[in-house]
């Protein structure tokens, strides 16, 4: 689909695991299709609930089939799938501008109802990209779009000299220990992914700020920001804040970490002060670091007892396995289980002798029960967790299916992302217990407390800036502050000032490091993934609260409860439907997003962070 009001139909891009991302990118031109639904009427309250009402099912129709396309173009790309996937979104997305632009003449209308009016509001900002009202803008932006997509999914790196698959490149990264094959691969990664990019990624930009302007914002950017129940403004201001709650621990986390890569390589790999090298930290994009916690573990402290990757193996469990498993958690709280054609359709694994996306997400191709997952899993803990996350898109997308088209989406798209984040907090060591892989005798005890929560911090909260940093980056392209001519230079100053990371190797403007993550060539929204990390903290607080937990937050497992199942569904089968505080409310009972919760589960690991962090230059 190429709205976001219609999140539902695209793959959703799980952005914090090391997989991640959705379908071709939400774009749209304003040039005029026979089939529109253009309203007659006057301008009247009755009029713009008809004109509402005929673009609903217009879309709902049309959106299944470009589901469809899209579906086989991310597990079956070729010249021929990404010419299907364009052709479908260059349809979809000419309705969806002209669309836009008459949603935003209705809004002027006296007297709306509160739900037109909302729906109005969404139908004007649902684009992600919109193509101006030149001729051709629609198929030069679509085919940009699929072209990037597709250049991305078919993104190779290299492992001492030889090819090696982007699904492949990650695995290494997170278990390779030599620096000069790390830095091989990123560079190769960035090199042969990002680079190519460049040209069309500009001129992208060009055409998606042209329409814009067109439907009256400034520029993409704060089109996207348009989208919070807020002013793009007033977005940014609480974006700022919920990272100065936060930041403290993060910097912390950063101490810790580069001194102990510094005690394991070495001045000359990793110094003592400044910024951390980005291929030492276990993942591609430095967006996550619990890969390398054997490097961190504290002495004791470190060893949590088990491995979850070693306790799936034990068992000889599947990925289907692993995948029943998740399953199994939401079933618990009283969803019903997934559809039979979930098994028959999704893709669990890599298929043999083709080119697929690996990235992993979440699809409701019809809006009702063809919910499905894509992924390439493999039999270990992350992906576990990834699993976990993924299904909370579509026990999300199924809760909502009783909305309205304009409704069928998260309270926002932070909600979609922190659902499953949220229910993955509970794999804690109990849960584990509860499900048969772990051994109770097995449980580790309060002295090893340090160890899991270091652990948990190592993904969490290293996430952070760099899910933060993304979209700051985009909004600076858009709004011009920072150019063509430094798109490199912008991505590395932010990677450096929100991250305190630094390329293992040297980059120029030649290069085009962001386009080697795939939001960007996809176009996905990133602050989504900011929200989620914070939202999840504030849901699994909630939840621990209404089951009766009374041990250390970070212990809590609600699996089983079905009391937070009722108070959960109440909140995801609102959709859109509602502003997102309204949401927030209905199972938390506030109506403002905090980064306390956060820093409430993470409070001892803080005090013993601070602890060994004493006398060592912190910052960069």
């Given at each position: 689909m190429k709205l976001a009001a219609s999140v539902s139909l695209v793959a959703l891009a799980l952005g914090a695991c090391s997989v991640a991302a959705p379908g071709p990118v939400q774009t749209a031109s304003s040039q005029a299709t026979p089939?529109?639904?253009?309203?007659n009427q006057a301008r009247t309250p009755e009029g713009a609930r008809q004109f509402i009402a005929g673009v609903e099912k217009d879309l709902f129709d049309l959106g299944v089939i470009s589901a469809r396309s899209q579906w086989v173009n991310a597990t079956y790309i070729t010249d021929d799938t990404?010419?299907?996937?364009?052709?479908?979104?260059t349809i979809q997305t000419e309705k969806g501008v002209n669309y836009a632009k008459e949603a935003a003449e209705w809004s002027k209308v006296a007297g709306l109802d509160p739900d037109t009016a909302r729906k109005l509001n969404i139908l004007r900002g649902a684009l992600i990209l919109a193509a101006p009202s030149t001729p051709g803008a629609a198929a030069e932006l679509n085919t940009i779009s699929t072209r990037l997509s597709s250049t991305y999914g078919k993104g190779r790196a290299t492992l001492n000299g030889k090819e090696i698959t982007g699904d492949v490149a990650e695995e290494q990264m997170g278990e390779l220990r030599d620096p000069k094959k790390t830095a091989e691969i990123w560079t190769s990664w960035n090199n042969n992914v990002g680079r190519p990019m460049r040209t069309d990624y500009t001129r992208m930009v060009e055409i998606a700020n042209q329409g814009a302007k067109e439907l009256g914002y400034a520029d993409s950017g704060a089109m996207w920001r348009s989208q919070y129940d807020m002013t793009p403004q007033e977005f940014s201001a609480m974006y700022d804040r919920l990272w100065s709650e936060v930041k403290p621990l993060y910097d912390q986390l950063h101490c810790y970490t580069r001194d102990r890569l510094n005690a394991k390589y070495g001045n000359a790999i990793q110094p003592r002060t400044g910024p951390i090298r980005a291929d030492l930290l276990g993942n591609m994009w430095a967006q996550e670091w619990g890969n390398i916690y054997d490097v961190v573990a504290p002495k004791g402290a470190g060893d949590v007892g088990y491995d979850v990757t070693e306790l799936l193996k034990a068992k000889k469990k599947t990925p289907t396995d692993m995948v029943r498993i998740g399953e199994g958690f939401y079933t618990s709280l009283g969803f019903a289980p997934l559809p039979d054609t979930f098994w028959k359709r999704s893709q669990i694994v890599r298929p043999e002798g083709r080119e697929v996306i690996c990235h992993a997400s979440a699809w409701d191709l019809d809006n009702k029960d063809d919910l499905r997952i894509k992924m390439c899993t493999k039999v270990n803990g992350e992906d576990l967790v990834?699993?976990?996350?993924e299904l909370?898109?579509?026990?999300?997308?199924?809760?909502?299916?009783?909305?309205?088209?304009?409704?069928?989406n998260g309270a926002n798209d932070g909600f979609h992302e922190a659902i499953g984040d949220f229910i993955a907090l509970s794999v804690t060591p109990e849960y584990l217990v509860q499900i048969g892989l772990l051994d109770r005798a097995k449980v580790p005890d309060a002295s090893k407390d340090t160890g899991l929560l270091l652990r948990q911090a190592m993904d969490k909260v290293a996430f952070l800036p760099f899910g933060l940093m993304v979209d700051k980056w985009r909004w600076g392209v858009f709004d011009?502050?920072?150019?063509?001519?430094?798109?490199?230079?912008?991505?590395n100053q932010l990677r450096l000032q929100y991250q305190g990371i630094t390329p293992p190797t040297q980059r120029t403007e030649a290069d085009f490091d962001p386009g080697a993550k795939y939001h960007i060539p996809a176009s996905t929204p990133y602050a989504r993934y900011f929200l989620a990390r914070i939202l999840q903290f504030q849901f699994y607080k909630a939840a621990c609260d209404m089951s009766g937990w009374k041990g250390p937050l970070h212990r809590c497992s609600f699996y089983g409860n079905k009391q937070v199942g009722q108070r959960l569904n109440a909140m995801l089968e609102m959709g859109a439907s509602k502003p997102w505080p309204d949401a927030l409310e209905a199972f938390t009972g506030s109506r403002e997003m905090s980064g306390k919760p956060m820093l409430e589960y993470f409070a001892p690991l803080q005090r013993w962070l601070e602890e060994q962090n004493k006398g060592k230059t912190c910052g960069w």
């Open positions: 089939d529109m639904i253009v309203s990404d010419a299907v996937a364009a052709y479908f979104g990834t699993i976990h996350h909370g898109h579509n026990f999300y997308q199924r809760a909502y299916n009783q909305q309205p088209y304009l409704y069928l011009g502050s920072i150019s063509p001519q430094n798109y490199e230079a912008g991505w």
